[in-house]
């Protein structure tokens, strides 16, 4: 086990820093920078930018930048934060994780509560109404990309039927009463993943029904009960949370957009506003913290089969 977490660690450092080098190298590309007239939205004398490139270092040789920048991140340091006067980036970042997490896991948890029990139930009852009801809803919620679905719940529930409010506004996720206002952003982040998670579970249910242990098992006259959850659920889990990693991380990483539509005050907000103001800091910090998000999500997953399945072993 120590042998293997220090591998994926190693590759984990190699990757982070491959994602730097192209990150970087793509934000300084772009045309634009952070206190040009286009950026800051007003004029801005040729002398003054020149004077603030020299002061950032952002007229030395990209090479040279991102080595500097590197030494910064050895430390702990994201550095600062060019649209929001000087601030850390670190401090910045932690200021909206929150917000993003607890987003996160409410979709996550629609997903789980919601995909698992369809999917289960759609391989109870192979051919019939309920099971392509089922497959129904999961290609329905898994071809509806996730804008389009966010504004047709807004539509719906709060503006035709008043039920909650349209933004989530700035203070959500610090109070359990905020969370209300989640609930629809929750829904539309984590359809299409509830719905991936549906149609794998039925997958995987359908194999292990087949099994000769579960016809021994309904044979002994044992109860639905005992038979789909039990023996045959806790069999079919492999494959399960096998996407449940990816799936999380997507959750993560991909509520930029739905942010931005709902109003939560999160990673993802300030990443879209990082790009258009180009503060390079924030997109540098923005874009390895959703890396990290998704090596871990895909190392908790191996880390997990184990205890599933004690065949499974790590080398």
Request: proline letters at 4%; a positive charge; zero cysteines.
């Given at each position: 086990?120590?042998?293997?977490?220090?591998?994926?660690?190693?590759?984990?450092?190699?990757?982070?820093?491959?994602?730097?080098?192209?990150?970087?190298?793509l934000m300084?590309?772009?045309?634009?920078?952070?206190?040009?007239?286009a950026t800051v939205d007003r004029p801005v004398p040729a002398a003054v930018i020149e004077a603030q490139h020299a002061f950032y270092g952002l007229d030395d040789p990209i090479p040279r930048q991102f080595v500097r920048y590197l030494g910064h991140l050895?430390?702990?340091?994201?550095?600062?934060?060019?649209?929001?006067?000087?601030?850390?980036?670190?401090?910045?970042?932690?200021?909206?994780?929150?917000p993003s997490f607890i987003l996160g896991l409410m979709a996550f948890g629609f997903v789980v509560a919601?995909?698992?029990?369809?999917?289960?139930?759609?391989?109870?009852?192979?051919?019939?109404?309920?099971?392509?009801?089922?497959?129904?809803?999961?290609?329905?919620?898994?071809?509806?990309?996730?804008f389009v679905l966010a504004f047709g719940l807004l539509l719906v529930f709060s503006v035709w039927l008043g039920w909650t409010e349209i933004l989530a506004g700035a203070r959500f996720g610090e109070s359990?009463?905020?969370l209300r206002a989640g609930i629809l952003p929750a829904v539309a982040l984590g359809a299409p993943g509830m719905a991936i998670v549906s149609r794998i579970?039925?997958?995987?249910?359908?194999?292990?029904?087949e099994q000769d242990y579960i016809r021994?098992?309904?044979?002994?006259?044992?109860?639905?009960?005992a038979v789909y959850l039990r023996h045959a659920l806790r069999n079919a889990l492999l494959p399960i949370v096998t996407i449940l990693g990816p799936v999380f991380?997507?959750?993560?990483?991909?509520?930029?957009?739905?942010?931005?539509?709902?109003?939560?005050?999160?990673?993802?907000?300030?990443?879209?506003?990082?790009?258009?103001?180009?503060?390079?800091?924030?997109?540098?910090?923005?874009?390895?913290?959703?890396?990290?998000?998704?090596?871990?999500?895909?190392?908790?997953?191996?880390?997990?089969?184990?205890l599933i399945d004690p065949r499974v072993t790590l080398r």
């Open positions: 086990m120590a042998t293997y977490l220090a591998r994926r660690l190693t590759w984990t450092v190699v990757t982070l820093l491959a994602l730097a080098a192209v990150t970087f190298l300084h590309r772009v045309p634009g920078g952070p206190f040009d007239a050895a430390r702990g340091d994201l550095g600062i934060s060019f649209s929001q006067q000087g601030q850390p980036v670190t401090d910045l970042m932690l200021d909206k994780a929150a919601g995909g698992v029990p369809l999917g289960v139930l759609a391989a109870s009852r192979r051919g019939s109404v309920v099971d392509a009801g089922a497959l129904t809803v999961a290609t329905a919620l898994a071809a509806v990309p996730g359990l009463g905020s579970t039925r997958a995987s249910m359908l194999d292990v029904l021994t098992a309904r044979s002994k006259g044992l109860g639905w009960r991380a997507s959750l993560i990483t991909g509520s930029i957009i739905i942010e931005a539509i709902f109003g939560v005050p999160g990673i993802g907000s300030m990443f879209i506003t990082s790009v258009a103001t180009r503060d390079y800091g924030i997109i540098m910090g923005t874009t390895l913290f959703y890396g990290v998000v998704i090596m871990l999500a895909n190392l908790a997953v191996d880390l997990v089969y184990p």
